[in-house]
């Protein structure tokens, strides 16, 4: 004998008027299964809302560059060799940023003291990519150079600095050329790989410094307010005052704006060195657009001789 809890079955009953002429027939139909949400799904979305939380400013600059250069890729893929795969670059970028982010997020969560080696390893790559999404940028220009118009710009450049100079500077240069000016000048332009990073970290370094031990620390703000007379205090007040009228941000969008029209590699690291002030002491959207333009700066093509 079976019990009603054994099968779960509905006594759902269709009511056919065409079964019988003189009435409605009954037809008992067989157990009927509840929906339910696959669990898939749930484990998705609280995978998606972790990683929502635990992306910050960075990650959403990154994302929204990756979503409007695919977007521009779909736009001009008529000037463009392999939109979809560039498309499909773009997507494995992100997944990458995503990815780390939420790891990071869970690592520190599961460690908040920051006392296991696995830990430290996510936070520094969570807090270092960026340079290396740089250099994806960097890379990636050199398939998107002619995305918009099929051809070079060029001539609009070098009619740009002839205006400028009134001179053609590739030619006029031309006259300080020798062997030994040569590999000089080889050797100076190779030091920038270490110099700009050199700039960096110092740069970010010292503005870490006066934020989280001069800025934000209670103890020193209470002395310094009370009057204490100390270069830290002077050097506090003028940090707030300058990311107060965001001048960390206008400065470096300035500079890396004419870095862009007259590359140099001093006007490279001064704007480099504003940035990094201004990411970390609370001018970041100024600043993540400057080095956007650094970023361009580096991808003029070389000039080619005829």
Request: net charge neutral; hydrophobic share 55%; with cysteine.
């Amino acid at each position: 004998m079976k019990s009603p809890r054994s099968a779960e079955w509905k006594d759902e009953v269709i009511r056919a008027s065409w079964a019988s002429p003189g009435g409605d027939s009954e037809i008992a139909i067989g157990p009927a299964t509840e929906s339910r949400e696959l669990p898939v799904w749930p484990a998705f979305k609280r995978i998606a809302v972790k990683t929502w939380a635990a992306c910050g400013a960075f990650e959403w600059l990154a994302l929204g560059y990756l979503a409007s250069t695919s977007v521009l890729f779909l736009i001009f893929a008529s000037n463009l060799i392999h939109p979809f795969r560039l498309m499909g670059v773009q997507l494995a970028a992100a997944s990458v940023i995503l990815s780390l982010a939420l790891i990071h997020a869970r690592a520190a969560a599961s460690d908040p003291a920051g006392e296991k080696f696995i830990t430290g390893w996510w936070h520094y790559w969570r807090h270092w990519y960026p340079h290396l999404f740089f250099l994806f940028c960097f890379e990636e220009l050199a398939h998107l150079m002619t995305m918009v118009t099929p051809r070079w710009q060029d001539p609009h450049l070098i009619a740009f600095d002839h205006w400028l100079t009134g001179v053609n500077p590739y030619v006029w240069l031309e006259q300080f050329a020798t062997p030994a000016r040569n590999e000089f000048m080889q050797a100076v332009y190779l030091s920038y790989f270490t110099y700009l990073l050199i700039v960096g970290f110092v740069s970010i370094g010292y503005a870490l410094y006066l934020r989280y031990l001069a800025i934000e620390q209670s103890t020193v703000g209470l002395a310094c307010a009370a009057g204490l007379n100390t270069w830290l205090c002077a050097t506090r007040q003028i940090a707030i005052a300058l990311f107060t009228n965001s001048v960390f941000g206008i400065a470096a969008l300035l500079i890396a704006a004419l870095n862009l029209l007259r590359p140099s590699l001093v006007l490279f690291a001064v704007a480099l060195t504003a940035a990094c002030f201004g990411i970390v002491l609370y001018n970041i959207a100024l600043s993540a657009l400057a080095v956007g333009l650094l970023v361009l700066s580096l991808a003029r093509r070389a000039l080619e001789r005829d």
